[in-house]
């Protein structure tokens, strides 16, 4: 099991920036797919972008794309999500989560697929 813990959520206004941090302890990630997903109120959980830990591949969902960078950093198990140009429907708690798969759904987006979840950081993008 590998435990998450996420940072870094708060207030700001449309068009600015966060950085949001996930701690992962216990088993190594090092073989994991990580991913960041958000829940608004009433919506399903979606994915927002994920990583494959050893190859480095990325997904963005297409809301996000040019906006959002998601990066690691090996040393410490840590992993970040960069959201510039912030929007009002970016509003949402966000959730650092970690599987090692099998994964069936493209872009490693199905939540369903994660094993592991983090207890979520909210965000809130004022207009």
């Known amino acids: 099991q590998v435990q998450l813990v996420e940072s870094g959520g708060g207030l700001v206004q449309a068009g600015g920036s966060l950085r949001l941090s996930c701690v992962a302890s216990?088993?190594?990630?090092?073989?994991?797919?990580m991913g960041w997903f958000r829940q608004a109120p009433g919506k399903e959980r979606e994915s927002v972008a994920s990583?494959?830990?050893?190859?480095?591949?990325?997904h963005y969902a297409d809301s996000v794309k040019g906006r959002f960078v998601i990066t690691k950093d090996n040393a410490k198990d840590t992993l970040f999500l960069q959201m510039n140009s912030l929007k009002p429907d970016d509003t949402a708690v966000y959730y650092c989560?970690?599987?090692?798969?099998?994964?069936?759904?493209?872009?490693?987006?199905?939540?369903?697929?994660?094993?592991?979840w983090g207890q979520g950081t909210q965000v809130t993008v004022s207009s």
């Open positions: 989560a970690a599987g090692r798969g099998p994964f069936y759904c493209a872009g490693y987006v199905c939540p369903d697929e994660y094993s592991d």
């Open positions: 216990g088993r190594a990630v090092s073989s994991h797919v």
């Open positions: 990583i494959n830990w050893i190859a480095g591949t990325v």
